[in-house]
């Protein structure tokens, strides 16, 4: 049974940084990367960044790209994404999820998902 939990949100002011944290539990022997999502009541599911199973290679949405940062240690079964210079519009729930495709951008391809963490960035 494949099971993802993050952690390590909160409220932090504009221009802060915050890290996320996802523990892993996956099936031995099927390689998977992990996705960051978030949502807001406004706005559907949106692609943050991506891992590949080895950590050699990351993939990030438009609005994470030359900010947030995406490593995953498997020995450790954990997944990090590193948020800085964060802003107002990053407030959301944040999602890791698993799939076995290479680097999907596409919630639907996440066949499973933890049940997210609140970040909220507010003077």
């Known amino acids: 049974q494949v099971q993802l939990a993050e952690s390590g949100g909160g409220v932090v002011q504009p221009g802060a940084s915050l890290r996320l944290s996802c523990a892993t539990s996956l099936r031995p022997g099927v390689r998977y990367t992990i996705g960051w999502f978030r949502q807001t009541a406004e706005k559907e599911r949106e692609f943050v960044a991506a891992?590949?199973?080895?950590?050699?290679?990351?993939l990030y949405g438009d609005s994470a790209e030359g900010r947030f940062n995406v490593a995953r240690d498997n020995d450790k079964n954990m997944v990090w994404l590193q948020m800085n210079s964060l802003k107002s519009d990053d407030t959301a729930l944040y999602l890791c999820?698993?799939?076995?495709?290479?680097?999907?951008?596409?919630?639907?391809?996440?066949?499973?998902w933890g049940q997210g963490i609140q970040v909220t960035v507010s003077a």
């Open positions: 891992v590949s199973w080895s950590g050699q290679t990351s």
């Open positions: 999820a698993a799939s076995t495709a290479h680097l999907p951008r596409v919630a639907e391809v996440y066949a499973y």
